[in-house]
């Protein structure tokens, strides 16, 4: 079954991010190219990465801000770069309000399951429900 645009567009957004944050915060135009590199992302795919990872990064601290909220009983800086990024993703897509909320949570659930490590899910899940409440959308 092949994945969706959006879907790979969400895991390539993911990789950058983590590129973005392990890599002491470059600009996604020193990044993509690799990126497209390594996935042979075609043009559509490339816009809609650059887009996601674009708007993460302009708001990162806001959406760090927002999840912490709902994170109850961890500091941001204790989370694995991975379930951090899933996070960014996942809040900005949500305050975005383009992607119906149940949507967004599943597509980061499948990050989650796909990068991150065993527990990632269920916490993601807890946290985006969380955030998505707060806004209004669920």
Same mark, same amino acid.
């Given at each position: 079954?092949?994945? @969706?645009?959006?879907?790979?567009? @969400?895991?390539?957004?993911? $990789? ?12 996604? *135009? *020193? ?24 708007? &993460? ?14 994170? *109850?009983?961890?500091?941001?800086? @204790?989370?694995? &770069? ?10 900005? *897509? ?24 065993? $527990? ?6 807890? &946290? ?11």
């Amino acid at each position: 079954m092949a994945i @969706r645009l959006e879907s790979r567009a @969400r895991a390539r957004a993911l $990789q950058l991010l983590y590129a973005w944050e392990t890599d002491g915060r470059p600009t996604i *135009e *020193e990044l993509l190219p690799g990126i497209v590199r390594l996935t042979n992302a075609d043009a559509a795919l490339r816009d809609r990465v650059k887009e996601l990872a674009g708007g &993460v990064i302009a708001h990162w601290e806001e959406l760090d801000r927002a999840y912490a909220a709902s994170a *109850e009983h961890w500091r941001v800086d @204790r989370l694995a &770069v991975v379930d951090r990024n899933i996070l960014r993703l996942g809040v900005h *897509e949500l305050m975005e309000g383009a992607v119906p909320p149940k949507v967004v949570i599943d597509q980061a659930l499948w990050l989650a399951h796909r990068f991150g490590g065993p $527990q990632s899910p269920a916490f993601i899940n807890g &946290v985006l429900d969380a955030v998505a409440r707060s806004l209004g959308r669920l």
